[in-house]
């Protein structure tokens, strides 16, 4: 068995035009996150936790900012190829747990679909995938507004 943990924070993009995506989903609010891909903040840090456990470096080793393919890229197609990489190690997930910050929008009506997209993804059961919204009680960053993090923990056999 080995653990990993990832951990990522996307701003809020100035004005609208940005989806907001979290695993895989897409959320009506005003406004999308910043980022070279879709900013998918919830699958970048499983992804980070995946590679992690696999010791296999982070997902901007694996897909660099530099690169234009990777440009308003799906964070699920990433997440896929680094799971790819996982899997040729001879390694699968087991299980994985997240915590989503966010002071807005509210995330529990969206966690079930999240699980959905990511466990079919991960090829696992979305009993194996855990996510938990929480806000920031209104402190920093993060309850200003500014912007979305993510932890995650995840186990792979
Ligand atoms: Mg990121």
Redesign the pocket.
Same mark, same amino acid.
């Given at each position: 068995m080995r653990v990993g943990i990832g951990y990522?924070s @996307?701003r809020f993009a100035d004005g609208g035009g940005r989806k907001l995506i979290l695993g895989g989903v897409e959320i009506p609010h005003p406004q999308g996150l910043a980022?070279h891909s879709d900013?998918d903040?919830v699958a @970048?840090a499983l992804t980070d936790a995946i590679l992690g456990a696999a010791a296999l470096g982070d997902?901007g080793g694996m897909f660099p900012e530099t690169d234009p393919r990777w440009k308003d890229c799906s964070s699920l197609y990433l997440l896929d190829e680094a799971y790819r990489a996982v899997r040729a190690r001879g390694l699968a997930l087991a299980q994985c747990d997240l915590t989503v910050i966010a002071e807005r929008p509210r995330l529990a009506p969206h966690v079930a679909e999240m699980r959905r997209k990511l466990a079919t993804v991960l090829l696992v059961d979305p009993g194996v995938v855990s996510i938990k919204g929480k806000t920031n009680e209104g402190m920093g960053w993060i309850g200003r507004g500014e912007g979305i993090a993510a932890i995650a923990v995840a186990l792979l056999e």
């Open positions: 990522d @996307h980022g900013a903040v @970048h997902i």
